[in-house]
């Protein structure tokens, strides 16, 4: 007998890479319930709209009647002080995960970040175990959503299938993204997998299949991940572009480890 498709809301799904993935996860969806801040406009027959704040969620049950699997995008998307991140990165999770537990929501799969770990040195290869290492307030925001989801998974055994999603968009544009650039089949690829593996809590890692990888995602694989893309192709057009700046070029997180950075760009590496 075939599995029916199930419903899935998404949030975060005016942004630029939920609208990239989108047209790849509805074929996995009885319905793609859309929701986000900006009113998103429908680009499916399966794909319905609501406008919704995650910070502000009381009365707003509606959404998630129903619902098997949220998949999680909203957010602010970059660096910012506090008062910016607090609503939209901190509050508006813990808000979705209560939603989730409160209508039976059996799975969330978010976008976590390699921020989230992104003062690991380019010299380490890190898998989804490692600690977290955040290289801004961004980052720590990740962390702290990858924390709320352990425990809902091991407190109410909500599935949390998180992404540390490293670039996302069509092509590569820098040497870094050699590393980190995720063509967005793919991630919709790894969402799939968040909807229909068996798994109970995991963090893999948001990448095609990059030779030039600093990130272990076989865990990923064996949960059936299937990446059709490369950076390896776009590799000689793009060795040489690239910063100057020490930081920028040690660190993992790239720009975002160096932003507000302070001390010897060399300081000694930490063991772990």
């Not at 799904?13 to 993935?21: Q, W």
């Not at 790894?190 to 600093?214: F, K, P, T």
């Amino acid at each position: 007998m075939t599995t029916p498709l199930p419903r899935v809301l998404m949030t975060g799904a005016s942004g630029k890479l939920a609208r990239s993935i989108r047209p790849y996860l509805v074929q996995y969806c009885s319905e793609l319930r859309l929701a986000d801040i900006v009113a998103p406009t429908a680009e499916h027959e399966r794909e319905t709209c609501h406008t919704a704040d995650l910070a502000q969620l009381d009365g707003r049950d509606e959404l998630f009647e129903g619902i098997h699997t949220i998949v999680h995008f909203a957010g602010y998307p970059r660096e910012a002080d506090w008062s910016t991140l607090m609503a939209p990165n901190v509050v508006g999770v813990a808000n979705l995960w209560e939603m989730a537990h409160r209508h039976g929501v059996q799975r969330v799969v978010y976008a976590s970040s390699n921020h989230a770990v992104g003062f690991y040195p380019r010299s380490h290869t890190i898998d989804g175990q490692v600690l977290p290492r955040p290289d801004t307030r961004y980052g720590v925001a990740k962390v702290f959503m990858e924390a709320l989801a352990s425990f809902y998974a091991d407190k109410h055994g909500i599935r949390a299938f998180g992404l540390r999603i490293g670039h996302g968009s069509p092509e590569p544009t820098d040497r870094r993204m050699l590393s980190v650039w995720v063509h967005p089949e793919d991630l919709a690829d790894l969402v799939r997998v968040g909807i229909q593996a068996d798994y109970l809590c995991e963090i893999v890692y948001g990448a095609s299949n990059n030779s030039r990888a600093w990130w272990d995602n076989r865990r990923a694989i064996e949960l059936g991940y299937k990446p059709r893309h490369s950076a390896d192709r776009f590799a000689a057009a793009l060795e040489s572009v690239h910063s100057q700046d020490a930081v920028t070029e040690r660190y993992q997180g790239g720009a975002f480890a160096a932003n507000g950075f302070v001390g010897d760009p060399l300081r000694p590496e930490r063991d772990r």
